[in-house]
């Protein structure tokens, strides 16, 4: 129970503007709960006065009091309920934009901690799931709750003795779904791990459908799935087993003190006399017990599941802090002098991606990554916007560390194409401003728009959509070649017009013509501005001011092309490699 209180609490704050809903739900469980012992105290006066007795009820009174009672028990239903979902369909939508805005401003753990589809499982699926079967349990443990008082109260006024063995079983019956409640929430939690593992095989091959199929791994990847799914089944089942055993422990409970009450009230009635309306009166109200302990006793698994379920979006929430910001907010452009002095980075799985990493680059200087995969310059360039943490050392941009940096103006410093191209579900326009570019957007929006397609060499290809510039390029531009997505992204670096590029193989998915095209796009863009390149081709790179070579993290070289292959080191063998020269060669 302290768990539920703790968790229950934790939940509370998206509820805040719902507290009309709340009352609502709760007058009208109340008002139906106390209609409840009135259905069985209609049935007093119908069997000592109702049959044969000339005195009491007319004859059309208690089918005209039932009709009525029953009336008002269906609304303050239809109240409570309606209410309550009201209420969790409010807290829902709280949570959600709560979650989504952790997604928009959290810090960059939380998208190298937790896979899309988890992610995505738990803000569109998980809440809503959760909070149905929360809203149905609070129902039932509002006004079931109530009846039971209620009806308690009752059979405390026809006869406190026999009501005192009714009383007997609940303490039995909350151990016993105490001890099954803590198994539940565990099975719950099981259950959510399982299903974000199974949902992690389904995304991987979605987006890898291509190279499973390429390389015939069908096979293999319908067997992690089956495994996976196995899991999920096994988890699924003990959840079943442990709710289903709540139903038989409460009736045999029920059973044994209704036996009990039954022996007792024929064994009273034997020297009080009491009336036969005032003892169908008590088994009634008895019997009608049955039904709320029944109810009550169920609804811990949903409660559970429930509380699992929504508890992850506030974990979302809670766990990852937004990103920390500086308040140094030049009115100017920066001038895009970057220092890089004894940088280190660690993941959280404590690997090692970068170490005592020193470079200064001068404003308006192109400066060239090179390297073998995995030697850190993706990590290192990533650093720049903030986008990572460096785990030691400092960065400074114009000669102020980057974290005393107002995060927006600092990122509005920097321009990034990466080889991961990621496009949105949108038009081609909106995909280049990244923000809705409808077509009675301002002339000059548009007109920067086409200068960027343009100079990425897609004005072209934009005329020949259905809708030009608002063509819709659907999920992630799948209707896009890879060397098309590539030139909207660079359009997409072209439009910001930052002070700072990053291209993290910029090209890599460009045929020959059109990568000298956007080469010559990019000459341009560079003019005035500090540019930092990540190249595997290094003919590419070979006229960068500076030439950095890293391996397994740091900086093993660093000067003028010229320069690096004359000192015959690692970046002179690169460049025998690609071009077949000899490694002392100076061409």
């Given at each position: 129970?302290?768990?539920?209180t703790?968790?229950?609490?934790?939940i509370?704050?998206?509820?805040?503007g719902a507290?009309?809903?709340?009352?609502?739900?709760?007058l009208?469980a109340?008002?139906?709960a106390?209609?409840?012992?009135?259905?069985?105290a209609?049935?007093?006066?119908?069997?000592d006065?109702g049959?044969?007795q000339?005195?009491?009820l007319?004859v059309?009174?208690v089918?005209?009091?039932?009709?009525?009672?029953?009336?008002v028990r269906?609304?303050a239903s239809?109240v409570?309920?309606?209410?309550?979902?009201?209420t969790?369909?409010q807290?829902?939508?709280?949570l959600?934009?709560?979650?989504?805005e952790r997604?928009?401003?959290?810090?960059g753990?939380?998208?190298t901690?937790?896979s899309?589809?988890?992610?995505t499982?738990t803000l569109v699926?998980e809440?809503?799931s959760?909070?149905?079967?929360?809203v149905?349990?609070?129902?039932?443990?509002?006004r079931?709750?109530?009846?039971?008082?209620a009806?308690?109260?009752?059979l405390?006024?026809?006869?406190?003795q026999?009501?005192?063995?009714?009383?007997v079983m609940?303490?039995?019956?909350?151990?016993?779904?105490?001890?099954?409640?803590?198994?539940m929430?565990?099975?719950?939690?099981?259950?959510q791990?399982a299903?974000?593992d199974?949902?992690?095989v389904?995304?991987?091959?979605v987006?890898?459908?291509?190279s499973?199929?390429?390389?015939?791994?069908?096979d293999s990847q319908?067997a992690r799935?089956?495994s996976r799914s196995?899991?999920l089944?096994?988890?699924?089942?003990?959840?079943?087993?442990?709710?289903?055993s709540?139903?038989?422990?409460s009736?045999?409970?029920?059973?044994?003190?209704?036996s009990?009450?039954?022996?007792?009230a024929?064994w009273?009635?034997?020297g009080?006399?009491?009336?036969?309306?005032?003892?169908?009166s008590?088994?009634?109200?008895m019997?009608m017990?049955v039904?709320?302990?029944k109810?009550?006793?169920d609804i811990?698994?949903?409660?559970n599941?429930?509380?699992?379920?929504?508890i992850?979006?506030?974990?979302?929430?809670?766990?990852f802090?937004?990103?920390?910001?500086g308040?140094?907010?030049?009115g100017?452009?920066?001038r895009?002098?970057?220092?890089?002095?004894?940088?280190?980075l660690?993941?959280?799985?404590?690997?090692?991606?970068?170490?005592?990493i020193?470079?200064r680059v001068?404003?308006?200087q192109?400066?060239?990554?090179?390297?073998?995969?995995?030697?850190?310059?993706?990590?290192?360039?990533?650093?720049?916007?903030?986008?990572?943490?460096?785990?030691?050392?400092?960065?400074?941009?114009?000669g102020?560390?980057?974290a005393?940096?107002?995060?927006?103006?600092?990122?509005?410093?920097?321009?990034l194409v990466?080889?991961d191209v990621?496009l949105l579900?949108d038009?081609?326009?909106?995909?280049?401003?990244?923000?809705?570019?409808?077509p009675?957007?301002?002339?000059e929006l548009?007109?920067?728009?086409?200068?960027a397609?343009q100079?990425?060499?897609?004005?072209?290809?934009?005329a020949?959509?259905?809708?030009?510039?608002?063509?819709p390029l659907?999920?992630?531009?799948?209707q896009?070649s890879?060397g098309q997505?590539?030139?909207v992204?660079i359009a997409?670096a072209?439009f910001?017009?930052?002070?700072?590029?990053?291209?993290?193989?910029?090209t890599?998915?460009?045929?020959?013509?059109s990568?000298?095209?956007v080469?010559?796009?990019?000459?341009?863009?560079?003019?005035?501005?500090?540019t930092?390149?990540i190249?595997?081709?290094?003919?590419?790179?070979?006229h960068?001011?500076?030439?950095?070579?890293?391996a397994?993290?740091?900086?093993?070289?660093?000067?003028?092309?010229?320069?690096?292959l004359q000192a015959?080191?690692a970046?002179a063998q690169?460049?025998?490699?690609?071009?077949?020269?000899?490694p002392?060669?100076?061409?």
């Amino acid at each position: 129970m302290s768990r539920w209180t703790d968790d229950f609490r934790r939940i509370a704050p998206y509820f805040r503007g719902a507290r009309k809903g709340l009352i609502a739900a709760a007058l009208g469980a109340g008002v139906g709960a106390l209609t409840e012992p009135l259905v069985a105290a209609l049935l007093q006066p119908l069997l000592d006065h109702g049959f044969g007795q000339s005195r009491g009820l007319p004859v059309w009174g208690v089918p005209v009091v039932l009709l009525a009672l029953f009336a008002v028990r269906g609304l303050a239903s239809f109240v409570a309920q309606y209410s309550l979902s009201w209420t969790a369909a409010q807290g829902v939508f709280n949570l959600r934009q709560a979650m989504f805005e952790r997604l928009m401003r959290g810090s960059g753990t939380l998208f190298t901690s937790r896979s899309a589809s988890s992610l995505t499982n738990t803000l569109v699926y998980e809440v809503q799931s959760g909070s149905a079967q929360l809203v149905g349990a609070l129902i039932t443990l509002v006004r079931d709750s109530l009846t039971l008082l209620a009806l308690t109260g009752y059979l405390l006024y026809l006869n406190w003795q026999l009501t005192l063995f009714v009383a007997v079983m609940l303490p039995c019956l909350a151990l016993a779904m105490r001890l099954i409640g803590r198994r539940m929430r565990r099975l719950a939690e099981q259950s959510q791990t399982a299903t974000d593992d199974l949902a992690y095989v389904v995304e991987e091959n979605v987006l890898a459908w291509k190279s499973v199929r390429l390389h015939e791994a069908q096979d293999s990847q319908r067997a992690r799935f089956e495994s996976r799914s196995l899991a999920l089944r096994r988890v699924f089942l003990k959840g079943v087993a442990a709710a289903a055993s709540t139903t038989p422990i409460s009736q045999m409970l029920a059973a044994l003190a209704i036996s009990s009450v039954l022996s007792v009230a024929l064994w009273q009635s034997q020297g009080s006399g009491g009336s036969v309306g005032e003892f169908v009166s008590f088994v009634t109200a008895m019997l009608m017990l049955v039904s709320p302990i029944k109810h009550l006793s169920d609804i811990s698994g949903p409660i559970n599941n429930g509380l699992a379920a929504v508890i992850r979006g506030v974990n979302l929430v809670d766990s990852f802090p937004d990103e920390a910001s500086g308040a140094h907010a030049p009115g100017q452009r920066a001038r895009g002098e970057l220092l890089l002095e004894g940088v280190g980075l660690r993941y959280a799985d404590h690997s090692l991606a970068l170490e005592d990493i020193t470079l200064r680059v001068q404003p308006g200087q192109t400066v060239a990554l090179v390297g073998a995969s995995g030697a850190g310059k993706t990590s290192l360039v990533q650093l720049l916007p903030r986008l990572l943490e460096p785990s030691g050392g400092r960065i400074l941009l114009d000669g102020v560390p980057l974290a005393d940096w107002d995060l927006g103006v600092l990122r509005r410093q920097f321009a990034l194409v990466s080889q991961d191209v990621v496009l949105l579900n949108d038009t081609l326009a909106g995909n280049i401003a990244m923000r809705p570019v409808p077509p009675d957007s301002p002339p000059e929006l548009i007109a920067r728009v086409q200068d960027a397609l343009q100079a990425a060499h897609l004005a072209e290809f934009a005329a020949g959509l259905p809708q030009g510039l608002h063509t819709p390029l659907g999920h992630n531009g799948n209707q896009l070649s890879g060397g098309q997505r590539q030139r909207v992204a660079i359009a997409r670096a072209l439009f910001k017009d930052a002070p700072i590029l990053i291209l993290d193989e910029a090209t890599s998915a460009l045929d020959s013509a059109s990568e000298r095209a956007v080469q010559q796009a990019l000459e341009r863009l560079r003019q005035g501005r500090t540019t930092i390149v990540i190249a595997h081709r290094l003919s590419t790179i070979e006229h960068a001011d500076v030439i950095v070579m890293m391996a397994h993290g740091r900086i093993i070289e660093q000067g003028a092309h010229a320069a690096l292959l004359q000192a015959r080191g690692a970046y002179a063998q690169m460049h025998a490699l690609q071009f077949g020269a000899a490694p002392d060669s100076t061409a």
